[in-house]
């Protein structure tokens, strides 16, 4: 079992390079499959998630060619198995998206239940009812879904809640319905617009990503595209909150700034100075945090992937700070484990009420799901003592070359994987 371990108490300072967007990237793989032409994709991150669909995709007969670390060329013309099995599906969730896109394609689709991160319940209610509004019968049987239609048609729906799944996933099956389909109340994450792109590069006609209604004219076919993956927001926000936390000085290159107005306001709120330029955003952080409030909303708003990052920097600030977490019910599993690092933290249903101290102590700690684990990292980093941190794997599914990065800003960590490395690190660094 592979673990981190850190020893805090360098500010980072530097400029890291942002890799590509990985919750674009696993629906945009997925969508790929929708031609019988080859697409070549770029700026893939290199992380096991999407390596997993992948996986997924070559085994439904598709053929994945990885080019190199961030590019591949996908040709799903010899598909012949329309069944995702809950292997894939119980290690990432985004596995779904072979549902909308084998439905709008094939017409039918057999994927198991959803896994992916314990961080709360994602119910796929809306997924099926913007299936079943264009026509397809859906079941669930045996633990899959399974959905097949004679036609598809275009349909006018309002979806109960903001899904940015139910989003992507109706929208890839009403890319190749017969007619027009309006969705309303819809996500307006960058990640949604991203796909709905990459689909009118291959033909689609999907017109209003990114605002509260899509309109979907359907298409018989889609072509051959060549696209380049989004900068993942998530990864470059983690990067501005480790410089925060650290009282560090940190530059992140290949962002669009525009997708990081809310982490900016935040960043700005507890006392960062914020910089940013057409395609980089640099964070510095010279005294002591400030508190705030904040509350986690669909986007524009504030992102649930980025609450555990900004809850490490409260821990850290002078006075009283609330997070309110109003998308995913288990997100605050991680504030037990930064109690042990000795932050003052009390919970109350959604609500947690963190009264900042000084600094952290390093202790043995457990990543419970990919962002808590990123935001624990930056916890030790903000430490003066040595953090362990266990359960990483979560952390590799999200983050390419997370601990290189960090130690490329003059963070020390290193990447270790018995109790004989541990003490190892500790007798280098005295």
């Not at 072979?98 to 394609?105: P, S």
């Not at 009403?174 to 709905?196: F, S």
């Not at 998530?234 to 410089?243: H, K, L, R, W, Y």
Request: glycine letters at 10%; hydrophobic letters at 45%; aromatic letters at 6%.
């Amino acid at each position: 079992m592979e673990q981190y371990i850190i020893k805090g108490g360098n500010p980072l300072v530097g400029e890291v390079e942002i890799g590509g967007a990985k919750n674009a990237a696993l629906a945009i793989l997925a969508a790929a499959i929708m031609t019988d032409e080859t697409v070549l994709i770029d700026n893939l991150p290199d992380v096991n998630d999407i390596n997993v669909m992948l996986e997924a995709i070559s085994g439904i007969g598709a053929t994945v060619q990885r080019i190199d670390r961030h590019t591949v060329k996908i040709n799903g013309s010899a598909i012949g198995n329309f069944n995702i099995e809950y292997d894939y599906i119980k290690k990432i969730r985004a596995s779904y998206y072979l549902l909308g896109a084998l439905l709008g394609k094939y017409k039918r689709a057999e994927v198991a239940l959803p896994g992916g991160c314990n961080i709360g319940s994602r119910p796929i209610d809306q997924h099926l009812k913007g299936f079943r509004a264009l026509g397809a019968d859906v079941d669930i049987e045996h633990g899959k879904i399974v959905a097949d239609a004679e036609q598809l048609r275009g349909t006018h729906l309002y979806f109960d809640v903001v899904s940015v799944g139910a989003t992507i996933n109706v929208m890839m099956t009403a890319a190749m319905a017969d007619g027009i389909t309006i969705m309303e109340n819809v996500a307006k994450e960058p990640h949604v617009v991203d796909v709905a792109n990459f689909l009118n590069s291959m033909g689609a006609n999907i017109r209003g990503a990114g605002t509260d209604v899509i309109k979907i004219r359907g298409v018989k076919s889609l072509h051959k595209s060549e696209y380049s993956i989004i900068p993942d927001q998530i990864e470059a926000g983690t990067f501005m909150f480790a410089a925060a936390c650290t009282k560090g000085d940190v530059t992140v290159l290949n962002v669009i700034p525009k997708h990081l107005d809310a982490t900016i306001s935040k960043l700005i709120d507890i006392g960062c100075e914020v910089e940013e330029f057409d395609d980089a955003v640099r964070v510095v952080a010279t005294k002591r945090l400030k508190s705030t409030q904040v509350k986690t909303l669909p986007y524009p708003g504030y992102p649930t992937d980025m609450q555990p990052q900004i809850g490490v920097a409260l821990a850290l600030a002078d006075g009283t700070s609330t997070i309110t977490e109003s998308i995913f019910e288990n997100r605050f599993k991680y504030l037990d484990e930064l109690a042990r690092m000795g932050a003052v933290i009390k919970v109350e249903g959604n609500s947690a009420t963190i009264e900042g101290v000084e600094k952290f102590s390093g202790a043995r700690v457990s990543a419970p799901d990919l962002r808590a684990g990123a935001a624990l990292c930056i916890a030790g980093l903000a430490t003066d003592g040595i953090t362990v941190i266990d359960d990483i794997v979560y952390i590799q599914r999200g983050y390419e070359c997370f601990e290189q990065k960090l130690q490329s800003l003059g963070g020390m960590i290193e990447k270790v994987s018995s109790e004989k490395e541990i003490q190892k690190f500790k007798l280098k660094i005295g």
